[in-house]
């Protein structure tokens, strides 16, 4: 499965940004879809996850602040990410897992977009 991630950028604190993650290739049934991220020096962590029945997950670090989302072709995950703080600067990876046509599983990652927030 081919995941393209994008919308990260330079925004000052306070801020807002969105990330998009759209997924495509074969793809017969699309699971869970979600946000991680890894700041410098740090392991990755959890953002954000929606599960296939709608119900969604936040770290406690962003609750309130961001909004996960996606498209009702469900192949295509959003992060709404408002009031943005210095500690909000990292990589950010969306995930993806689901079932192919053949059957197959997929556990996949996007290639990362960067969010910096400055004063």
């Known amino acids: 499965v081919q995941l393209q991630a994008c919308g990260g950028g330079l925004v000052q604190v306070g801020g807002s940004l969105r990330l998009s993650c759209a997924a495509s290739g074969g793809i017969f049934r699309i699971n869970d879809m979600g946000w991680y991220r890894q700041a410098p020096g740090k392991q990755r962590e959890l953002v954000a996850t929606i599960r296939s029945g709608g119900s969604t997950t936040y770290a406690d670090s962003v609750k309130g602040r961001f909004t996960i989302s996606r498209n009702n072709a469900m192949t295509t995950v959003y992060l709404q990410m408002n009031s943005l703080k210095h500690e909000d600067t990292a990589v950010y990876y969306c995930?993806?897992?689901?079932?192919?046509?053949?059957?197959?599983?997929?556990?996949?990652w996007g290639q990362g977009t960067l969010v910096t927030v400055s004063s």
């Open positions: 995930n993806v897992d689901g079932t192919y046509y053949s059957g197959l599983v997929f556990d996949s």
